[in-house]
């Protein structure tokens, strides 16, 4: 009895271990950025898939490959497709567990219904972290994420680190996956960042406009960094303005913003912008000082008005020329004012580009630096 | 100490043990579809719908003391009737354990083990699940006092961990919901509550039964509070639009972690893992239950012979729905009018017909 147990206890070693169908983490395939383009041909492979991916040879101290990261593309039906389709050329399969960015091409963001399989089949799927970042780029992808390999250094991919390092500053404003989803579910537009290519490299400056999942416009940096102004975002960026001939430079450490919305007539919305931060440069002479409470608040003034006119300007361009509410109207009226929100909701897209907006903006220069 | 007995403390984690299982991870999306962002409700009148009948339970157990609610049942009903209510009940437990075992495999599929066929993931559970069920309830509340922590900690975790990310406003409107709505609503968030019958069992095995309804009532507030918790999170974290997307929310918005540092990150693997032992400690009092009213059908001494001959029936019953839609519309369902009968009308019922039965004898 007791060599029986033994041995089906020895036995059950070989077959319980776990272990018979492991996969090393060298023959796995860690997809880090997939980017989708338009693939204009009729048939079902409507796509243009790229995958990035790097090469776990050639990571940590013994590397024993010099590139580092693989790029492959193929036409499919759909991104995840495409895996199935390029297995026919790489010998591992792919894990998509640690995606982490998703580059949309200029010419599929023209196509709603493309954009919207896109997102329902990453929303849906149940590996991918929901936390990757939605990049839009202009012109083609592929250019994008060849122009990024040359500059490979990161597992990640360079654009990840690239947009994740910089989530506060004001040139552009990240979105995540969710974020898209729900901003686009209250009010139906959203800004995602843009990247561009020039000769072999890319940047990530500016935004792209989206209202319901389709491509409006693109936002250039200014506009952007008006936008996040409005919305309250910005925590490391340099403002520069011009103060009596010299050139002042200041860095924004802190932002918030305040809505207010008035129902007694029209619908007035009045926005406060708060800017918190430093001084960053100004100008070296003997009477140029800034240690002094009257040039402080004549700076603020002079930086209140420039951002003033950078808001307005892009406020002016959402709402006229768009109509595209990414200022988060909508949204503040169907959370704060859901009775009136109920009635003019279907209609929002034409009331939106008639509501009064007023705009107050407080810079505040709290620091100078060392020298006075 | 005697046998079989169980503490007040015990009988706390048993209930809500039993009651928080695979109902957590779907409920934030159920009673936003019914109504959006007034779920909490439907969450809040959901729970208390079991506090009279727990109080009848009470009044039922202090009529006859030292009894089982299946003694007290074949006291008061006619054999034929009793054996009716016992099948009904039956039904019911089976049902359960086929239909909580079948979202839990689901679940398992879809994010843990993609390659393993569900009948594995099912016929590993069921058999684990047996082995506590030919236990007597003493052990089963055993195991819950171990695993009532972990279920405590869960929402506390969730919270903690989504803090930095969560956006409050996705709260409001409040207080916009539709009248008529609120009966699908408080119906769907009740079916969360299942398994409050599990106090037919062990109320009447306490050391100390003037203090069980207090114990008990409080487990129910402690599962209500989790259930709150958890919905607002997963609400203020998504809003209401992608809060009704999602099947189940309560998961993923783990994977919406994103703090500092790498190692924080896509945490459904662990917590899916943790979400097993919850999962198993509700199967087992239901699998125990199921042997029990067997026991009491056929007259027999111990429930432990029947276990071994429910595993094949309970994992056709999880196998019969073809997808995970007919799961939750058909399945669930059935399931809800069952619980309704078994856990209001037949307690009810047999508190009346007692009630009056020893009025009678009294005059």
Known sequence: MKKKIIIVGLLSLIFLSGCWDKVEIDQRIFVSTIGVDLHEESGMKKYMVTYEYPNINAIGKNATEDQKVYVHSTPASSIFQAGRELSTQIPFPFYYKHLKVLILGEKLLNEEKMVRQVIDELNRDTK?????????????????????????????????????????????????LTGLISTLDFAGATVIPKVTVEGDRYSVSGGCLLKNYKHVAWLDEKENRGLSFVRGQVEN?????????????????????????????????????????YLQGYIIGKDKTAFDMKVIEEMEKVLEEDVKKEIQSIIKKIQKTYKADVIGIGEHLSKFEPKKWREIKDDWDNIFPDINIDLSVDVKIRRIGLTK | MEKNRISNQQLKALLVTTVIGIGILSLPSEVAVALNNDGWIAILIGGLIPVPFIMIMDRLFKMYPKKSYFQITKEVMSPFVAYIFFIVFFIYTIVVIGYIHRVFAEVIKAYLLENTPIKVILITMLVAVSYAARSRLEVLARVAVMIYPIILGFPIFLLVVNLPNLDYTNILPIFQLDIKQIPNGIFTAYSAYLGFEITTLAFNITEDNTKSVKYTLRGLFTVIGVYLIVFFVTLSQYGVFQLKRGIWPSIDVIKEVDLPGYFVENLDGIVLAIWVLVVYSSLGPFFHTSGIILKEIFNTKTHEVFIPFLIPITFVISIIPDNLVVVTKVMARILEYLAFIVSIILPVVIFIVAYIKKRRVKT
């Open chain 1, 128 to 176: 991918v972290n929901k936390n990757i970042q939605i990049l839009a780029a202009e012109g083609k992808v592929s250019d994008i994420i060849n122009a990024n390999v040359i500059r490979a250094q990161t597992t990640d991919g360079v654009l990840y680190s690239n947009v994740k390092n910089n989530r506060t500053s004001g040139k552009y404003t990240v979105q995540t």
């Open chain 1, 237 to 277: 960026e340099t403002l520069d303005a011009f103060y009596k001939g010299d050139i002042i430079s200041f860095t924004v450490i802190q932002s918030s913003s305040n809505k207010e919305v008035n129902l007694d007539k029209e619908i007035d919305v009045t926005f406060s912008v708060r800017l918190e931060g």
